[in-house]
């Protein structure tokens, strides 16, 4: 296999080409996958939104038998801090010190006598749900069996969701929207249930609880003494402000025509809006300030009808709907799915947590680690900028603290944390501290922009750009590895975790992964000094050319060296407690470009231990994005049917409507799935570096529009 050197390839080829001219009949296909349901889901939501605010909704397109969540990037609450003694200033948490080769080093771990402080910490701050919208019907114990022929459809196309059922024999026809230029929903209701009042809207208001998973509703109901929501009627709308502790904000309402809103109900935050019309149109406005304007009804869905059209038409896109294979029609449905929910979901201003907008993962948290299989992708399928949203600010955000980090631990550079909220601090937590992978994401990020470049960018300005971020991010990995002495290599570890986040953290050294990718990020940024002709640190040099070899593992001698979780891991593939989690040994072939600089990648090694993997890993305990990276794996190695295979592993399941299933180990949707999903689909439709142009199984007839060779 040939390898092009990076720069040269960049030239050649830019990571997206434009998309040409309509061959494939795209709205056709989008509209093919319409999620369409006939009851609610018991774990997932229909959504309309637009990366920063979502509503959920469920089978009436509203939140009245289900309270699938109404969330955003920016409403967050903190819970008071408890007074105890020595633990009430967030400044005074003082972490852990454990011995680290040869000196003790801080490290941000809850720590035992300051117990309350350091989950607080953890806890706090937590995403919100801003609002529930629902139904009011004349019974109160209404219940979704009630209703009569319930339907709904999501146009994927408009972003228009379209619900209808009868109740006590009245037609109800409900339209639900989400602005894209704004944090509002529209919704029109049509019913003759309207005119006297028997069919209301309801607006209620719930208290955040202090649980690490909240789905799949977020909120409690029952703590209604421990916030307060305050109604301000007005001409043709209403704002209702509510206040948790510091956290304050409103929704604003917008309607046409003769409607009427009173609450909130004794001992409760529930508001009523009723009309003497057939039809209510409303528009519920949500934000920390009063907006200037709220937009109709009919604005928001022209808003939408565009937005959306031009999103599917701006992107990347595969057509696989000539192949003869059950499989190609379920990626062609994943694929449009989760284009789909991961613009509504992940396509923030902050880097998105797990779980997206639709309910609460690790508080609501987003994890740097996690944020190159949430962002990659939108640059592989042309859509840049909504990657950058986040991507443009968040290491510059980040940096003030992951400069404290490293100082405090004694290392140069910047340390990027892991689990992170809005204020940009570093959750306290074991994985947390030892993880290592996020490390180099700014290098793959910024080479995959430089290569993905088009249009006004320059290539002195994207250097310019990433230059400071890049260049702590490598002084910190080369002060990170250490000199070992008995073997005259620079090691990673210990104490740290590798991805799969399962080992011993104080027996683990050289995992192989992060072996492979210190090298990739320090190439890139050695590569990218050379480029604006300046010199490399020679720390950067001496310890990207001492790190210590890949690792290797066997069974006996007869089974041929593999790669391992770590150096010396001890039975590498005959521990079912080694056997399981990430098998993140996989990605310095799949996510990463064979290296640069150093011995080159030993092939027959990376297939052994796909092969081994096959035969000895636990699957049915992967979850994520272990299925794609896998199958970016097999991709390499010349095997597409078996990428198929992995994209299309029983345990790696989407469900109607496209959301990705956490399986046994993490709550539903878990959107590393849907991202990491398409970041292989794009590597299917248009190669790597070295290797571009599609690689679908043999016999696929298929056509591709807009995508690049990925790294
Ligand atoms: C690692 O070592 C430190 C310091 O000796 C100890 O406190 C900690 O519990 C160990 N961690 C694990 C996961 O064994
Ligand atoms: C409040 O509601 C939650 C869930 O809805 C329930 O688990 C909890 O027990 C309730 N608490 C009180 C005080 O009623
Ligand atoms: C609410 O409380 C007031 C005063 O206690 C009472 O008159 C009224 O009937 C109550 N309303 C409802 C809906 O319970
Ligand atoms: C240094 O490297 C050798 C060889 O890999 C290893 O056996 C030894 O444990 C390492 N030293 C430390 C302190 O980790
Ligand atoms: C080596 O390991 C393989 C896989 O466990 C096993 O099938 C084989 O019998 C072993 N060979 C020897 C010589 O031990
Ligand atoms: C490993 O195998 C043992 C024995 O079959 C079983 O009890 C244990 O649950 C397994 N552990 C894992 C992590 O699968």
């Not at 997206?16 to 309509?22: D, F, I, R, T, V």
């Not at 022209?302 to 937005?307: C, P, T, V, Y």
């Not at 190159?372 to 909504?386: C, D, K, S, T, Y």
Request: proline share 7%; net charge negative; glycine share 8%.
């Amino acid at each position: 296999m040939k390898f092009l050197p990076l720069l040269s390839a960049a030239l050649a080829t830019g990571a997206a080409a434009a998309p040409k001219e309509g061959r494939i009949d795209r709205q056709r296909i989008v509209r093919s996958f319409n999620p369409h349901r006939t009851a609610s889901s018991d774990e997932t939501p229909l959504q309309v939104g637009n990366g920063n605010f979502a509503f959920g909704a469920d089978v009436t397109g509203l939140q009245t038998f289900r309270r699938f969540a109404t969330m955003s990037t920016w409403g967050w609450h903190s819970h008071a801090l408890p007074e105890e003694e020595g633990q009430n200033d967030p400044e005074d948490f003082h972490g852990v010190e454990w011995p680290t080769h040869g000196r003790d080093v801080f490290y941000n771990i809850p720590n035992a006598d300051q117990p309350v402080l350091s989950n607080w910490l953890r806890e706090n701050p937590h995403r919100i749900n801003l609002a529930t919208i629902g139904f009011s019907f004349p019974d109160p114990d209404a219940t979704e069996a009630d209703l009569a022929s319930p339907s709904q459809t999501l146009d994927l196309w408009t972003g228009v969701l379209t619900s209808s059922f009868q109740y006590e024999g009245a037609d109800v026809r409900v339209e639900t929207v989400a602005d894209p230029a704004s944090d509002a929903v529209a919704v029109t209701v049509k019913s003759s249930l309207l005119e006297d009042g028997a069919l209301g809207l309801l607006f209620d208001f719930s208290y955040p609880t202090k649980d690490k998973f909240d789905a799949p509703f977020v909120g409690l109901y029952n703590r209604t003494d421990l916030h307060e929501t305050t109604l301000t009627p007005g001409e043709g709308g209403a704002e209702i402000r509510h206040v948790l502790g510091e956290t304050e904000y409103g929704v604003s309402l917008r309607w046409d025509g003769d409607a009427e809103i009173s609450g909130p109900e004794n001992g409760t935050h529930r508001y009523r809006l009723t009309t003497t019309e057939k039809t209510l149109r409303l528009t519920a406005s949500f934000g920390k300030e009063r907006p200037c304007g709220i937009p109709s009804v009919e604005k928001v869905r022209k808003h939408s009808e565009k937005w959306w059209e031009q999103f599917w038409k701006d992107g990347a896109f595969v057509d696989l709907s000539k192949v003869e294979d059950e499989g190609a029609k379920e990626i062609q449905r994943r694929a449009i799915l989760s284009l789909y929910l991961i613009a509504v979901n992940s396509a923030s201003d902050l880097p998105p947590q797990e779980s997206g907008l639709v309910n609460n993962g690790w508080y609501g948290k987003f994890h740097m680690e996690m944020y190159l299989w949430h962002g990659i992708p939108f640059a592989l399928w042309n859509h840049r900028p909504l990657l950058d949203r986040s991507l443009s600010h968040i290491y510059t955000d980040l940096l003030p603290h992951a400069l404290a980090l490293a100082e405090r631990q004694g290392y140069t550079g910047a340390r990027w944390g892991k689990m992170t909220g809005p204020d940009f601090s570093d959750a306290p937590g074991e994985i947390n501290a030892m993880l290592i992978w996020q490390q180099p994401h700014p290098m793959y990020f910024a080479e995959t922009e430089l290569r993905g470049r088009r249009g006004a960018a320059s290539e002195a300005e994207v250097l310019e750009k990433w230059d400071e971020v890049l260049t702590h991010s490598a002084d910190f990995m080369a002060s990170y590895a250490w000199l070992n002495e008995s073997s005259g290599f620079y090691d990673l570890g210990a104490p740290l975790l590798p991805a799969s986040e399962n080992t011993d953290a104080n027996a683990t050294r050289n995992p192989t992964f992060e072996l492979a990718y210190w090298r990739f990020g320090l190439d890139v940024a050695i590569r990218w000094k050379t480029l604006q002709g300046l010199e490399a640190p020679s720390a950067w040099l001496e310890v990207r050319d001492g790190l210590a070899p890949l690792p290797t593992a066997e069974i006996n001698s007869t089974t041929g060296p593999t790669f391992p979780i770590y150096e010396g891991v001890p039975n590498m593939w005959t521990d079912n407690a080694t056997t399981m989690d990430h098998p993140a040994m996989t990605g310095i072939y799949g996510l990463l470009p064979p290296p640069l600089s150093g011995p080159p990648l030993d092939i027959d090694t990376v297939r052994n231990t796909a092969e081994h993997i096959k035969e000895y890993w636990d699957l049915d305990q992967s979850f994520g994005w272990d299925f794609p990276m896998l199958a970016m794996n097999s991709l390499r190695l010349g095997d597409a049917q078996g990428a198929v295979d992995y994209l299309l592993h029983p345990t790696f399941a989407f469900d109607d409507a496209g959301y990705p299933i956490g399986g046994t180990r993490v709550p539903t949707p878990y959107f590393p799935s849907s991202s990491s999903f398409l970041w292989a689909v794009a590597m299917l439709a248009g190669g790597w570096e070295g290797a571009e142009g599609s690689h679908f199984p043999e016999g696929w007839k298929t056509m591709v529009e807009g995508f690049g060779p990925v790294l």
